[in-house]
């Protein structure tokens, strides 16, 4: 499956994005999906996933109440809504795609199979 993500940009600290990742090759129905990202110099950290077979959702700590992912099937798309974004949340935003995970390993880079380009998020103070 091929994936491309896009939204990302310069925002003010405390404002929003919408991330967004679409799928071609397959239909999104079937995958899971996982939302990371990468800052310079630190390892590729997950952010939020949802399954594909009942939509489950997960989070890291430091973005619950802050970011939400959707998935539409229809559209073939994932989205990742960002608000209140922090300094902190400045990175490269990978989405990435898998099938029949369990919960446990959503939050693995290594659990997924592909991947998109990147998106640059840079948040100001």
């Known amino acids: 499956v091929q994936l491309q993500a896009f939204g990302g940009g310069l925002v003010r600290a405390g404002g929003s994005l919408r991330l967004s990742c679409t799928v071609s090759?397959?239909?999104?129905?079937?995958?899971?999906m996982g939302w990371f990202r990468q800052a310079p110099g630190n390892e590729r950290e997950f952010v939020a996933a949802?399954?594909?077979?009942?939509?489950?959702?997960l989070y890291t700590e430091s973005v619950k109440g802050r970011f939400t992912i959707v998935r539409d099937n229809v559209k073939n798309t994932v989205y990742l809504q960002m608000n209140s974004l922090k300094p902190e949340d400045t990175a490269v935003y990978y989405c990435?795609?898998?099938?029949?995970?369990?919960?446990?390993?959503?939050?693995?880079?290594?659990?997924?199979?592909?991947w998109g380009q990147g998106t640059q998020v840079t948040v100001s103070s």
């Open positions: 990435a795609a898998s099938q029949r995970l369990i919960l446990s390993s959503m939050r693995i880079p290594l659990s997924y199979h592909d």
């Open positions: 090759g397959r239909t999104l129905g079937r995958y899971d």
């Open positions: 949802v399954r594909g077979s009942d939509r489950t959702t």
